[in-house]
């Protein structure tokens, strides 16, 4: 490792110690290098490592409640496959860009990066858990990214705060996606044509008074 990436190292272990989110600058070639030195999870979004501290309890039931009702969607006999964070997905640009989604949803094959046995390009579906300190990011930044990858049918949005899911689903109509803005426990996200019940996906979820 040289002198700079563990420079870049030191500081990405440190500074979650005190921050919620940290941004620090590096190559795509120092990003490669420290995802698979770090104790933690890292994203790389235009030019910068991406570090998050770690998750609240409710943010992990809900990415398991997800998986859950996904697999209700999704049965073992057809060909989709229902990932978790560990799996990184790539977003095809220039300077590179590599993103950590809550749960994703795969659709026959795995395609790879090159040289790389765990980044995928062919996502289906992505979800992300929002945090007050993710929100802006996942929404206002990696949203317009997702957008970019032409295997993807579906992103959704799942508030840990308050009872909020957004749906952004790919029309026929090039660059055209259909918003769902959904907030009662009666109501029903769609997802590959199946209702999914807010009250289910919230039903073990504890809000901060």
């Known amino acids: 490792m040289t002198t700079t990436t563990q420079q870049l ?7 979650p110690k005190t921050q919620s989110m ?64 560990n799996t990184g ?30 980044i995928i390009t062919n996502p289906y579906i992505v979800i992300e858990v929002l945090s007050k300190s993710t929100a802006q990011y996942d929404r206002g930044e990696k949203l317009p990214e ?4 032409e295997s993807l049918q579906q992103i959704i949005f799942v508030n840990q705060d308050k009872m909020a899911v957004e749906s952004y689903e790919r029309t026929e109509q090039p660059n055209t996606w259909l918003n769902q803005n959904l907030s009662q426990t009666e109501e029903f996200l769609t997802i590959a044509g199946t209702p999914v019940s807010l009250g289910d996906i919230y039903r073990k979820i504890q809000f901060a008074s």
């Open 22 to 85: 940290v941004r620090v600058l590096a190559s795509e070639a120092e990003f490669m290098a420290l995802s698979a030195e770090l104790p933690f999870k890292i994203e790389y979004h235009e030019s910068e490592i991406i570090a998050m501290g770690l998750t609240r309890p409710w943010h992990e039931v809900l990415v398991s409640s997800l998986i859950l009702l996904l697999g209700g969607v999704f049965p073992l006999n057809t060909d989709f496959f229902i990932l978790d964070s």
């Open 146 to 149: 997702y957008k970019h990858l």
């Open 89 to 118: 997905i790539q977003i095809p640009k220039f300077e590179g860009g590599y993103y950590l989604p809550d749960v994703t949803v795969v659709k026959g094959t795995f395609d790879l990066k090159e040289g790389s046995n765990c």
């Open 9 to 15: 190292k030191d500081t990405i272990v440190e500074q």
